[in-house]
């Protein structure tokens, strides 16, 4: 196995192994020491079914029932993203994190390409354990006491998209019914794993701080979301069919660049159960 850093913020690519077969336990532990430090790892040219995906992600979590989609008939833990030629909006189009407006967001999220435009459609991934690293001291210790309200309705909410023709008219994909969510979270989150800090917020959910009206919240959240995506903290991955992405929520933001009208992109995902952030 081959592991090479894609930039100097976050991610690496994973080569010379076959993710559709069972993994040996060096295998394992090698890929979970690596997600923990490079935050998104990237494989290619990948041969796999709903049903080898889910057991690749089982290595690193718990898969979970994503709310707003319905997953496939045999493997419920496994959504379809579809982008239609037709379709104007895509799915995650905004910085965000996965979940973040739920009690226990998603830990980490893994996405598998079947169908990929012949240019367009990459995705951006920010460290927000960098960005949390290089704010001043004093900012760092005034954010420690703030808690951000998220909520599923807020601006763009991936799951929520209403331009995206798969998702939000065929209704065996699309969860009409799915209530939506609103939880309270700490701006900073220490990493249950690594006990690294980082800033947990993103412009697509967390409507305010807590205790603070949205008018007075904005302009310090405004803030913050453009410093965790300064290019130095980022890397982009262009995509092809078989590319697999798996990214820890508890520590990046992520982007899907809708670039690609005309074209069709064609994703399975899948996410793991995550914990409360502290
Ligand atoms: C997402 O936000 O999970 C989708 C990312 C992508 O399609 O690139």
Sequence with gaps: MEISPISGALGAEISGIDISKKLTNTETQLLQENFLKFKVLFFRNQNLSAQTFVSFAKHFGDPTIYPFIKGLDDTPEVIEIIKTKDDKKNFGGSWHSDTSYMECPAMATLLYAKETPKFGGDT????????????????????????????????????????????????????????SYETEHPIIRTHPETGQKSLYLNLSHTSHFSGMTVKESKPLINYLCKHMIRPEFTCRFRWSEGSLAIWDNRATLHHAINDYPNQRRHMLRITLAGDRPH
């Design 124 to 179: 951006l991934f920010a460290n927000t354990a960098l960005a949390y690293e290089q704010l001043s001291q004093s900012l760092k210790e005034l954010l420690h006491d703030l808690v951000g309200v998220n909520s599923s309705e807020k601006g763009y909410a991936g799951g929520r998209a209403t331009g995206m023709s798969k998702l939000s008219k065929m209704n065996q994909t699309y969860n009409a019914n799915a209530t």
